[in-house]
C-alpha cells in the first residue's frame, strides 16, 4: 500500500484527539486540541474536510452535527513523521530523542508503566532478533555444511574423473606414440631390408668375383713357372744369336770392304 498523505500540525493535533478519545464531532475535537488555542469553529471544520479528502478519516452523520474517526492507524501516520523528526533533530540517535521529551515534561503513573512496558517490549525484541539470528545463522550453517559437503565430494569427484581422464589420455598418448614407433621402425627395417639385400649381393658378388680371381691366379701360376722355366732358355737362346751375329759382323764388313774395293777397280778401268 502507498504511505498515506502527510498531515499538517493542525492536522496531527485533530487526529491526536481522535486517537486519544474516539469519533468525535468539530466541537469536541475544537474543544479538546493540545495546544489549547481558541480557533472557530469553521477553521476547524473545514481541517476535518480536508482530513477527509486526505483519506485519513471518514466523517458519520449523528444527528444534525458529523462525527470524525480516524481511517489509518496512528503507528502508520505518526511513525514516519517522528523517524523524520529523530533524523533531523537529533541525528537519527533515539536516546538522545527520547531524554530530551523526558525533559521537557514529567510523567504520570501510568505513562510511566508505558514507557517501561514498551522498554521491556523493546528488550524482548531485541533479544529474540539476536537469538534468532543465531538460529538462523545456525541453520544456514547448518543448510551449508551438507552443501559443502557435497561440493567437497563433487570436487573430489571431479578431480578423480579429470585425473582418470588425464591417465586415460596419457595411456591413449602412449600407445600412440608406441604404435607410431613401431610403424616407424617397421618403416625402416623395410626400408633397410632392400639395402641389406644389395649389401648382401655385393658381398657375393664380390666374393665370386675374389673366386674368380683366384682361380685364374691358380691358372696362371703353372703358365708363369712354365714361362719363368722358359725364360733362361730364351736368354741361352739370344746370346748365342748375338754370339753369331757378332761372329758375322766382321765377315760382312771384310765382303763389304771386298765390294768397295771391286767397284773402285772397276771405276779405275
Do not use: W
Not at 480557533?39 to 476547524?44: P, S
Amino acid at each position: 500500500m502507498p504511505p498515506p498523505s502527510r498531515p499538517s500540525d493542525l492536522e496531527l493535533q485533530a487526529l491526536s484527539v481522535l486517537y486519544s478519545h474516539g469519533p468525535s464531532s468539530v466541537a469536541a475535537i475544537r474543544s479538546l486540541l493540545p495546544d489549547q488555542r481558541r480557533r472557530a469553529y469553521t477553521t476547524i471544520l473545514s481541517v476535518m474536510q480536508s482530513l477527509e479528502r486526505k483519506n485519513l478519516v471518514r466523517s458519520k452523520r449523528e444527528g444534525r452535527a458529523y462525527s470524525y474517526s480516524p481511517v489509518e492507524s496512528q503507528e502508520r501516520i505518526v511513525a514516519p513523521i517522528t523517524k523524520e523528526f529523530v533524523q533531523n533533530a537529533f541525528g537519527g540517535c533515539l536516546c538522545q530523542a527520547i531524554l530530551q521529551l523526558l525533559s521537557t515534561g514529567s510523567l504520570n503513573p501510568d505513562e510511566k508503566n508505558a514507557v517501561e512496558r514498551e522498554l521491556n517490549k523493546q528488550i524482548a525484541m531485541a533479544a529474540k532478533k539476536k537469538t534468532t539470528k543465531r538460529k538462523a545463522a545456525k541453520r544456514k550453517a547448518a543448510k551449508r555444511r551438507p552443501a559443502k559437503r557435497k561440493a567437497a565430494k563433487r570436487k573430489t569427484a571431479k578431480r578423480k574423473t579429470a585425473k582418470r581422464k588425464t591417465k586415460r589420455k596419457a595411456a591413449k598418448r602412449k600407445t600412440a606414440k608406441r604404435k607410431t614407433a613401431k610403424r616407424k621402425t617397421k618403416r625402416k627395417a623395410a626400408k633397410r631390408k632392400p639395402a641389406k639385400r644389395k649389401a648382401a649381393k655385393r658381398k657375393t658378388k664380390r666374393k665370386a668375383a675374389k673366386r674368380k680371381t683366384k682361380r685364374k691366379a691358380a691358372k696362371r701360376k703353372p703358365a708363369k713357372r712354365k714361362a719363368a722355366k722358359r725364360k733362361p732358355k730364351r736368354k741361352a737362346a739370344k746370346r748365342k744369336t748375338k754370339r753369331k751375329a757378332a761372329k758375322r759382323k766382321p765377315a760382312k764388313r771384310k765382303a763389304a770392304k771386298r765390294k768397295t774395293k771391286r767397284k773402285a777397280a772397276r771405276k779405275r778401268r
